[in-house]
């Protein structure tokens, strides 16, 4: 499944969410820790476990809010959130790809 692209610029820290979403529709996040990962295609690793806030945890509901040092670079990258339920047990959304995340430079 193709995901829209997360376009933003050079030091704009516009978060970044998603609806956390299996093939039975929205997943509850009650009580899960939710992380943020982001890399270049070549693996350059941008965000490392970047804490979440679960908006909505009923519809799976997540943000990411960028840092300036995490948009501080333009490129493409690759996005994803990793969620730890309070079983321990650890999914990865979106599960068959990334979020296409685009950092343009800002012009002003």
């Given amino acids: 499944m193709s995901h829209k692209a997360f376009v933003t610029k050079t030091g704009d820290t516009t978060p970044i969410s998603v609806n956390c979403r299996d093939k039975f529709g929205f ?3 009650t009580d899960a ?3 943020f990962n982001m890399k270049t295609p070549a693996g350059v690793v941008k965000v490392a476990r ?4 679960v908006l909505s945890p009923t519809v799976g509901y997540v943000q990411y809010a960028f840092e300036l040092v995490d948009v501080d670079t333009v ?3 690759r996005g994803e959130f990793e969620v730890t339920f309070d ?4 999914t990865t959304f979106p599960s068959g790809d990334y979020i296409p995340i685009k ?6």
């Fill in 27 to 29: 997943v509850d996040l």
């Fill in 87 to 90: 079983s321990g047990k650890i």
């Fill in 33 to 35: 820790t939710v992380v």
């Fill in 103 to 108: 950092i343009l430079v800002d012009l002003g």
């Fill in 75 to 77: 490129g493409n990258y």
């Fill in 50 to 53: 970047g804490a979440c806030n």
